[in-house]
């Protein structure tokens, strides 16, 4: 196991496109463990995804049952999704958002307030599950990831949706 270092903004691979995975395989699922032992570096992270230490694969993290708002809402705890991809999704909620590989800024950003998500599990099964609130919001922004997109490629106004931080928390 390893923490792996996180690719920071503006960083070319942050906009890159992630390949599928073919097969859940030992090599695969030691990757996961150092991506988790990664996220899990961080208190208070939320998620991860695999380009963000510069493995182009579409491979997520997700638990926001470490966080305020999200341990306050029905959530799957930690949830490690293959090839996730968003079937379907609802509603609409502004968010206040971060990442590791933008520790200077924050944002409100624009999500759907649910999303059906089809993935494989760390076992290779497929999974159909459903997210709602924050945890939607971090499954949505891990998927971004996966397609080259940073939350600062979802604001709608520099100027009014946009905010400086001190430190990364
Ligand atoms: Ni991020």
Redesign the pocket.
Known sequence: MAILPILQFPDPRLKEKSAPVTGVTAEVSAFIDDLLETMRAFPGCV???AP?VGNQSRIVAVDVSVHRRGSQEENHGLLVLVNPEILAMGGKQLVREG????PDYTANVQRAQWVLVDALSREGKQVILEAIGFEAVAIQ??VD?LDGY??LDRVSSIKTDLFRRKRYR
């Not at 990442?99 to 933008?102: F, R, T, W």
């Open positions: 998620g991860i995804a963000q990442c590791m590989s933008v922004h891990e990831h940073l939350f």
